[in-house]
């Protein structure tokens, strides 16, 4: 009696949590929509559209591969489809209860079918297809579960055996020998992967209501625009880490073992792992378990299974159970915390190197706007580092410089304001506008004079977004430096993380509340100081080089809630320099692209991808399944990157640098980079068109 009292006590608690989860989810979703309409730079009306908009990237993110949720339960879903804004408004919690009470229950029965479908050899005689129509629609029940459940194993444990083949026999069709002896293991394999990304998601550890309601939060967040977003308190912390924010971390990385297993390969200093003194290089994971839940059974997981695992929402604190070398078990409780940085580990992460040839040329690569969260006086931003390198550079003698800011994302707009500074005497770079003031503020180089005021470009593409679109663009409007690369991302809004609390005055808010859940928010666009923005189509540079980023596209301009571009006064202070040599610079760059193999490759790449992402049925029978991969595998060979083996400078790093333990690896690899970056090479040439 005794025994049972305990039991019901334990389930009553696990529902109220489940309850207190879901409730959560529905009044944070309330305040999204109210901070939305009160903060929001343009607020979109919460109504049936949006309604319907949440409910399919709910749908899409619970379900990629329409694979649990069957045509039924989407009918009984949809019944909500245009009822959301009602629910948000009303702050009820119908649908989230038969969402979440769906899911679970589809899940628990995806559970139990992998094994029964496992139980049985897979025939790869048979020619069956795994058809576009099955991809992109939901089974009609559960007997069409388990059959599309079946082919999506049987599809991964066909690829594991052509790859295997592959590298073992890579001119011979699979010999039925070699399947017979392949295919238990590898559909054990598949097997435990699958149900694993299932328990990943029951184990999920604050719970899967916890997970979903998040997910509610995040879909309707990001139907005002690509860049609103619901945080959790770690999902804040994991975005501001991107910032240059020390993150909360385990302090340790993992790597693959001989049998391509996941074994740990580095403890960090001062993290919870390194200070356990439990663990050790190569202890190989078993088990993951979060606080009150079942341990999650990694034992034959790869790396990138164990980092999504540790990475979930909620998990700060773990039990890893781990096999030592002697083949004893610890299990070792880890929490997440901010590490101080060793000296070798805060290396710049600027970039600089000199490019030597017949003029001398200075390198800088910026990855990424970091800024000064530790209140330093700027001492630890981007734009500081990136002036240091400059100092160490023009001691060199340097003829011209180029600042690369491909795959930049962006990040601190301040860092941007100070690092345009830089180049350009004080006066006005861009301009905000916010939504309830009518005049936009401009944001200003306060500081007199430059750094640096000789030939300067900047390298862009697709990937560089936000705070480097705005530096690009500042270069551009005062003729500054030349744009080269490939239009940017086209992203020109800035936005503000907030506490959920409708209260909060935007003009003393200091960034410090501490609370259990965040809005990003979009609060204001930002225009270039001609009175054009980036947003959407970006900065089209001065010179256009094709770029293997445009095969597919991933630009804001094809986001589905991207805000659309406008136009405002522009404005009348700043002057711009004299312009720059664009069509010289242009002709010299048409000259090397003409004579360049590469960028016949990428033209090439790009008409190729235009075909080969169409979607198309899937044999599963291994006969058409080798002839497909070896026909795809010839279309690939003769889009193969060629050699470039013809330097035109040398790379080496500025006298001054500071030199660390590991430079020589790492240089290496970036000096082998630069030798054959086509896009550097050209704004090497580039920056020859243009005057001391």
Not at 248 to 266: C, M, N, P, R, V
Not at 457 to 475: H, I
Not at 601 to 610: A, G, L, S
Request: glycine fraction near 6%; hydrophobic fraction near 35%.
């Amino acid at each position: 009696m005794r025994i049972f009292l305990v039991l019901i006590l334990v389930v009553a608690g696990c529902n109220i949590v489940n309850a207190q989860s879901i409730q959560k989810a529905v009044n944070d979703a309330y305040v999204v929509s109210r901070m939305v309409d009160k903060y929001h730079i343009q607020p979109r009306p919460l109504d049936d559209e949006r309604s319907e908009a949440i409910f399919n990237e709910l749908m899409q993110e619970l379900d990629v591969q329409r694979i649990f949720f069957s045509q039924d339960d989407v009918k009984n879903l949809s019944a909500y489809r245009l009822q959301l804004d009602d629910q948000i408004k009303g702050k009820k919690s119908d649908f989230l209860q038969l969402l979440v009470t769906t899911y679970k229950q589809r899940l628990l029965q995806a559970d139990t079918m992998l094994d029964n479908i496992c139980k049985t050899p897979f025939n790869f005689t048979l020619k069956e297809k795994y058809t576009v129509a099955e991809d992109t629609t939901y089974p009609t029940g559960i007997p069409a579960m388990h059959v599309k459940m079946y082919k999506l194993l049987k599809m991964t444990v066909l690829a594991g055996i052509l790859e295997y083949n592959e590298l073992a026999y890579p001119t011979k069709q699979p010999t039925k020998r070699l399947v017979d002896s392949l295919e238990p293991s590898l559909r054990k394999k598949a097997n435990v992967t699958i149900k694993r990304s299932v328990k990943r998601i029951l184990q999920s550890p604050l719970g899967i209501e916890f997970m979903i309601g998040n997910m509610y939060c995040q879909a309707l967040a990001v139907t005002y625009d690509p860049h609103t977003a619901y945080f959790s308190s770690d999902a804040k912390e994991d975005f501001e880490s991107h910032l240059g924010k020390k993150p909360l971390e385990y302090g340790l990385t993992f790597s693959k073992d001989e049998d391509g297993h996941a074994q740990i390969d580095y403890l960090k200093p001062g993290s919870s792992a390194y200070q356990s003194g439990r663990l050790n290089k190569g202890d190989k994971v078993q088990s993951i378990q979060w606080e009150k839940k079942e341990p999650i059974d990694v034992a034959d997981a790869e790396v990138e299974e164990i980092e999504r695992t540790l990475a979930a929402s909620g998990g700060n604190t773990v039990n890893i159970t781990v096999k030592k070398a002697d083949g004893t078990t610890k299990q070792v409780a880890l929490h997440k915390e901010r590490v101080e940085e060793q000296e070798d580990e805060e290396e710049d992460k600027v970039k600089s190197y000199i490019l030597q040839g017949d003029r001398k040329v200075g390198y800088i690569s910026l990855p990424a706007f970091y800024s000064d969260w530790e209140g330093t006086l700027g001492i630890n931003g981007c734009a500081n580092d990136v002036a240091k390198e400059i100092i160490k550079l023009k001691k060199e003698n340097i003829e011209g410089l180029m600042i690369d800011l491909r795959y930049n994302g962006g990040g601190s707009l301040q860092e941007a304001v100070e690092l345009s500074g830089i180049f350009i005497d004080a006066g006005p770079v861009a301009q905000l506008k916010y939504k309830a003031v009518p005049k936009p503020e401009t944001l200003k180089d306060a500081v007199r004079g430059t750094i640096y005021d000789g030939p300067l470009l900047l390298l862009v593409n697709g990937f560089s977004a936000s705070a480097s679109e705005m530096v690009a663009a500042v270069m551009q409007d005062y003729h500054r430096a030349l744009i080269v690369g490939s239009p940017t991302y086209g992203k020109a809004t800035a936005q503000i993380v907030l506490p959920m609390d409708t209260t909060i005055n935007l003009e003393n808010f200091n960034g410090k509340t501490v609370a259990s859940s965040y809005i990003k928010l979009t609060t204001s666009r930002l225009f270039r100081i001609n009175g054009t923005t980036a947003q959407a189509h970006g900065v089209q540079p001065d010179i256009s080089l094709p770029d293997l980023t445009d095969a597919v596209p991933e630009r804001e301009v094809n986001e589905k809630y991207a805000l659309p571009a406008t136009t405002i006064d522009p404005n009348k202070y700043y002057k711009p320099l004299a312009p720059l040599p664009v069509a010289a610079a242009d002709a010299v760059a048409k000259k090397e692209m003409a004579a360049s193999p590469y960028f016949n490759y990428v033209q090439r790449y790009i008409e190729y991808t235009k075909t080969a992402g169409a979607k198309k049925d899937i044999s599963l029978f291994i006969d058409e399944a080798w002839q497909r991969k070896k026909a795809k595998e010839q279309q690939v060979e003769s889009l193969k990157e060629p050699k470039d083996d013809k330097p035109i400078y040398k790379v080496v790093k500025p006298a001054t640098q500071k030199q660390h333990e590991h430079d020589n690896e790492l240089d290496g690899e970036w000096k082998e980079n630069l030798l054959n970056d086509a896009y550097v090479k050209i704004a090497y040439q580039v920056l020859g068109t243009m005057k001391q």
